[in-house]
């Protein structure tokens, strides 16, 4: 076998390496410059709108749900804090502002209540229970005779 070179490129450059063919032509891109253009150049401006925050207060209705749900305050306000998020991935800015003030309104009647009750129920075991011991402990005196 004998090895022999081939000549690969035909022309001017044949003998050149490609390194130098690619500075070259990049210094002649660099001395002429970007190609003149003579048509009117045109811009498009987009405009993001920054997006809004909109609260759906979901963390707060899944916790009047599990805890405070008097009358189903809470459920019902879970479901407009779902309605207020879906609305707020659509786009719809305005419906879901509406869905969250309904489901804040409808949040804080249940915590309001839930806590009220919860009050309740306390304050009548401590009232309520020592009475009713001493009503129970006084019958059964009354009766043993003693």
């Not at 009358?71 to 305005?94: E, H, N, P, Q, T």
């Not at 502002?97 to 949040?107: I, P, V």
Request: charged share 10%; proline share 5%; glycine share 8%.
């Amino acid at each position: 076998m004998s090895r022999t070179s081939q000549r690969f490129f035909a022309g001017p450059h044949a003998g050149v390496p490609a390194s130098y063919q690619m500075l070259k032509e990049e210094h002649e891109v660099a001395v002429l410059g970007a190609p003149q253009i003579s048509a009117p150049v045109v811009s498009t401006v987009v405009n993001i709108q920054p997006e809004t925050a909109v609260p759906d207060h979901i963390v707060w209705s899944l916790f009047n749900t599990l805890f405070f749900n008097v009358c189903c305050l809470g459920f019902v306000a879970f479901a407009y804090s779902v309605k207020s998020r879906d609305r707020k991935m659509v786009g719809d800015v305005i419906g879901a502002r509406s869905y969250a003030s309904t489901a804040k309104c409808l949040n804080v009647c249940a915590l309001v209540l839930g806590l009220l009750g919860t009050i309740g129920c306390i304050v009548l075991l401590v009232f309520l229970v020592p009475a009713v011991y001493r009503a129970v402990v006084q019958a059964t005196v009354g009766h043993t005779g003693y």
